[in-house]
């Protein structure tokens, strides 16, 4: 038997969750309390994720915005609408605007940023189509 921190009542020790910091290895709440307290707290529990991840999500924009600021470095186009992250070097992860969504740590979409080099939509298709080799706009062409 155990006494609830909460309510106070006396309970079977499985009425309480498991938890390997304290010494009986159970919670202090029970578990309906525990569920009561996890409840009351759901909603500002939420918004703080909400601003976190927002917050998060404005230093990864800043953090790309600082890249996109030097432009296509095969034409210079500096409009960020067409700017695009293109992975000359090392493996991939993932693409930058996906951990940004995804809200990874601002530490990992910058070391993604640093493989890539920044070019615009147009400059990016044609580096990557040479990158490739041949295309069936190379069969096209050779066609006409």
Known sequence: ????????????????????????????????????????????????VRRTSKARRQQALDAIMVRFSAGCVDCGSSDIRVLEFDHVRGTKVASVSSMVRRGRALSIIQAEIAKCDVRCRNCHAIVTIKRRGSSWHDAYMMRS
């Open 1 to 48: 038997m155990k006494r609830c921190a909460r309510c106070l009542a006396e309970r079977p020790i499985e009425d309480f969750n498991r938890s390997p910091k304290n010494k009986d290895g159970r919670h202090s709440y029970c578990r309906a309390c525990q569920k009561a307290h996890y409840r009351a707290n759901a909603v500002r529990h939420k918004a703080n």
